[in-house]
């Protein structure tokens, strides 16, 4: 599937690609709702309209991510919350096997994340994924999402990267959209982000659904 002797970087999304998107998932649509609902005498489904209702719509994009943004609005300990699950923090199938992959062939494994870093370091705590890559960038170190084209001119400013040289693997394709328009060579994305949801029917890019399937 991919020509490795024509690929020089990897950026790896953590979030549905690394990471299995349960834990977000379950996160933000059940136990966030939960507790503002108990907060304010609401019923869960009232706070998820209330929460991610039409007041998301004309805000910049980062604040969807962010753990500052989301203490502020609901005036809750997100970082807490972040913790209550962190039982669910897994990698998704070889994952963390094809890091190691990746360090043996010689490519660079860089993570890229819209993860706000105090999600990112409880992420880390549970299964030490930092340490296994050459470097992790969050958006919220760049003030843009990696929706954004800006995202991708900082990134590639810090790595001195070769476009056409570099392989991202996002489950996002609104990332991979934007990857695509700034001339990132090779993009996939996955079919699985969440492991207990169906794989998705209909991709817009190349798709695979185990790490494995890189590695041959």
Same mark, same amino acid.
């Given at each position: 599937?991919?020509s ?11 979030d ?6 349960n834990y ?6 059940? +136990?966030?709702?939960?507790?503002? /609902?108990?907060? +304010?005498?609401?019923?869960? $489904?009232?706070?998820? /309209? ?12 980062? +604040? ?51 993860? +706000?870093?105090?999600?990112? /370091? ?8 930092i340490r ?39 489950? $996002? ?8 328009e ?14 207990q ?14 790490f ?5």
């Open positions: 599937m991919i490795w002797d024509e690929i020089d970087t990897v950026l790896l999304d953590m549905g690609t690394l990471i299995d998107l977000d998932n379950t996160l933000w649509n059940e +136990h966030l709702p939960r507790r503002y /609902a108990a907060a +304010h005498g609401l019923e869960p $489904n009232e706070a998820s /309209a209330l929460l991610y209702g039409t007041t998301m719509e004309n805000l910049p994009k980062l +604040h969807y991510y962010s753990v500052d943004y989301w203490k502020q609005r609901t005036q809750l300990d997100i970082d807490r919350l972040h913790s209550d699950l962190s039982h669910l923090i897994r990698y998704r199938p070889n994952a963390d096997v094809f890091i190691k992959y990746l360090r043996k062939t010689g490519q660079r494994a860089v993570i890229a994340t819209n993860a +706000h870093p105090n999600s990112l /370091a409880v992420k880390d705590a549970a299964i030490g994924l296994q890559v050459d470097a992790c960038y969050s958006a919220h170190e760049f003030g843009w999402a990696k929706e954004e084209l800006g995202f991708w001119e900082k990134l590639f400013s810090l790595e001195f990267l070769d476009r056409e040289r570099t392989l991202l693997i996002d489950d $996002n394709e609104d990332v991979l959209d934007t990857a695509i700034f001339g990132v060579g090779q993009v996939l994305t996955i079919a699985q982000p969440d492991l949801k169906p794989p998705r029917a209909n991709t817009r890019y190349p798709v695979i659904s185990d494995a399937d890189l590695m041959t």
